[in-house]
């Protein structure tokens, strides 16, 4: 059977489309080097689920040039999904190398697996960060983006111009999805909504950026896993209508395509922090600080190019999501229920 390969197999969106993708039947190999910026427990967790007689598990790092290629010409996958990299805009002001040597030399690794195998299709992580300081929203991947705020942001949009170039150069269809602040069960524990959970479970204050004045675009897995094998069956083709003299940067002459996937309806802070405490029955205390570097104001997907390639629709608001995640928490690190409270009623309506 057809293999495809998941890097980052082990991570918060990468073990999502791995059990997607074994509950539809397909053979696939996961890659992933376990590392420990956040609590690898739980991405051990993750992998146990995964334990399947068509799930294959490789414990190795994409900065590995050798490892990564052996493994390639081992399993020759025909498709490969590319999620494997160092998250995270605030750790890339202390950790820069790490970014470089995962998101950088990992990603050269991936694209040479690429070409010597013939993969049919590379679908690879970029991020809604390569906005950068654009502020026309919602923001749209015909728009530049050649002024990013952070080296994590500044390493993806790196990554999509290094597919474009694999397109150009050896044929290999290249799609990069642009991710709006996904969220949901068995999420990363440097994201907002799963340290906030803690912070609140524990009497703790959350840390409030910018005095809680953002808004995020708040993306549930499941739509996010839903987009990304949609696109997965839908290999891109050359435009025949792209123009050099206009060049439209969401598309090529070469088989390559660059897509925004995220819920198209940005959220208030604030208003995110009052869902989570209607969900745990439990008020939050806030610490207002300001902006950090490397942060945004605003997150807000223009997805009509998904929509119209691929038939995608976000249907989980975040009155849906929270307490999905909410109760995943409890059930995970066995935390008892808290009776309902007026505030749940009021809040979530």
């Known amino acids: 059977m057809a293999k495809i390969l998941v890097t980052g197999a082990a991570g918060f969106i990468g073990f999502h489309v791995c059990q997607a993708l074994l509950q539809q039947g397909e053979t696939v190999i996961g ?18 689920l995964l334990n399947q007689p068509n799930f294959q598990f490789h414990k190795l790092d994409v900065a590995d040039t050798e490892a990564v290629m052996a493994l390639f010409a ?102 990069g999805l642009r991710f709006f602040t996904v969220y949901g069960p068995w999420g990363r524990p440097d994201m907002a909504l799963f340290s906030f959970t803690e912070a609140i479970l524990q009497g703790k204050p959350i840390q409030v950026y910018n005095y809680g004045k953002m808004r995020r675009d708040f993306t549930y897995i499941d739509d996010i896993v839903d987009g ?71 997150t807000y997907a223009n997805i009509d190019d998904l929509n119209r390639d691929v038939g995608f629709e976000p249907t989980t608001p975040i009155e849906v999501g929270i307490p999905r995640f909410v109760d995943w928490y409890r059930s995970y690190y066995q935390i008892p229920m808290i009776a309902a409270s007026r505030l749940a009623t009021s809040v979530m309506g």
């Open 31 to 48: 890659l992933d080097n376990l590392n420990d910026y956040y609590d690898v427990a739980l991405k051990q967790s993750r992998l146990f």
């Open 74 to 175: 081992q399993h020759q996958p025909e498709r490969v999904i590319h999620l494997a990299a160092q998250a995270g805009v605030r750790y890339s002001l202390q950790n820069p190398h790490a970014y470089v040597q995962s998101n950088l030399v990992g990603f050269t690794n991936i694209l040479e697996g690429c070409r010597y195998a013939n993969v049919r299709h590379l679908v690879f992580a970029s991020s809604s960060s390569v906005y950068g300081a654009n502020r026309t929203t919602p923001f749209s991947e015909h728009h530049a983006t050649d002024h990013p705020v952070s080296l994590y942001a500044a390493s993806k949009k790196a990554n999509e111009l290094m597919a474009h170039t694999y397109s150009h150069l050896y044929g290999i269809p290249t799609t």
């Open 228 to 298: 990304i094998l949609r696109v997965l069956d839908r290999p891109p083709a050359s435009n025949p209508d792209w123009c050099a003299t206009h060049p439209d940067p969401a598309t090529s002459y070469a088989p390559y395509r660059i897509y925004n996937i995220g819920n198209n309806q940005p959220v208030e802070l604030l208003r995110f922090i009052e869902v989570l405490e209607a969900s745990l029955g439990l008020k939050a205390k806030k610490n207002l600080l300001p902006l950090q570097p490397g942060d945004v104001l605003e």
